[in-house]
């Protein structure tokens, strides 16, 4: 709490939760899709992204939400539409992982992806979506012999 207060006090928004767990996995919802299709896109802004992909997109948030929810961890009913809408009209940025991905540095894959899938596996969740983009960033992470 003291942490957040000098935060806030700076200028920064900050908030506090009791879950840190729950709020990894309504992260996720955002960055599962779109850290990886950045980079296997060649670097497409989200909106782009968006665009030309949103059922693709939405499944993977998709499969984020029940993979939480079997893990004990439901999220808010409307976090896919929400995260859709919030990304409809943000500006453009890269990603973290396609930072990561032009300056040769070894991404996230497995944080973001490769965690998700390991609990999906462990409760016997199907995510095909998921396990698309993992082998894809695999497979982009051994082209960068990372």
Known sequence: MRFCKLITQSGIE??????????R????????????LSVLSGG???????????AFVRGIMQ?????AEVCGHRLPDDIVDVNIANTYVMPPY??????????GHPMETEAILGNALRA???????????????????????????
């Open 14 to 23: 900050c908030t506090t939760t009791e879950n840190i767990v729950t709020e």
């Open 25 to 36: 996995w309504k992260k996720c919802v955002w960055n599962a899709p779109f850290n990886p």
């Open 44 to 54: 497409l802004p989200t909106l782009s992204i968006l665009q030309s992909q949103e």
């Open 63 to 67: 499969e984020i939400c029940r993979i």
């Open 94 to 103: 890269k990603t973290s992982m396609l930072l990561d991905y032009e300056n």
């Open 120 to 146: 999906a596996n462990r409760s016997s969740i199907t995510t095909p979506y998921l396990e698309s983009v993992y082998a894809l960033m695999k497979l982009r992470e051994l082209k960068l012999g990372l």
